[in-house]
């Protein structure tokens, strides 16, 4: 599985690569939504993308809604990973296409809370 980590911070793309690679991803980094998407267009092939919303050039909301217009993306799962924590920037977030929500500071463990919530991670079977 691939991963495309964007966030306009290179500490918090390592910080989330970081998190992903133990979880089976393979991961590639963008600096914000436009490339990000130049990325996918390049033909760039990605299981999940992890978005930041504030970021310059496109942020993640406009990033969400330029992949969700696209067909070829419509398997391409969107996990918002952001400090904004207003319940109605979570609403717009997820109405735009997004399938999940975390926000910063995040640990491990809810990242992949999430993935498996969205089955790209198996459940952990109990000890």
Not at 22 to 50: H, W
Not at 102 to 121: E, M, N, S
Request: charged content about 25%; proline content about 3%.
């Amino acid at each position: 599985m691939r991963a495309l980590v964007i966030d306009d911070s290179r500490v918090m793309r390592r910080i989330v690569a970081g998190t992903l690679t133990p979880l089976g991803f393979e991961t590639v980094e963008a600096g914000d939504g436009r490339a990000a998407l130049d990325l996918l267009e390049s033909g760039v092939e990605v299981d999940l993308c992890c978005v930041d919303w504030n970021m310059p050039v496109m942020d993640g909301l406009q990033f969400v809604t330029a992949v969700r217009a696209n067909r070829a993306w419509r398997d391409v799962t969107l996990m918002m990973v952001t400090t904004e924590s207003e319940h109605g920037q979570i609403v717009r977030a997820l109405a735009a296409g997004a399938h999940e929500y975390v926000i910063k500071p995040f640990t491990a463990d809810a990242i992949r809370d999430k993935l498996q919530l969205l089955g790209l991670v198996r459940q952990e079977e109990p000890a």
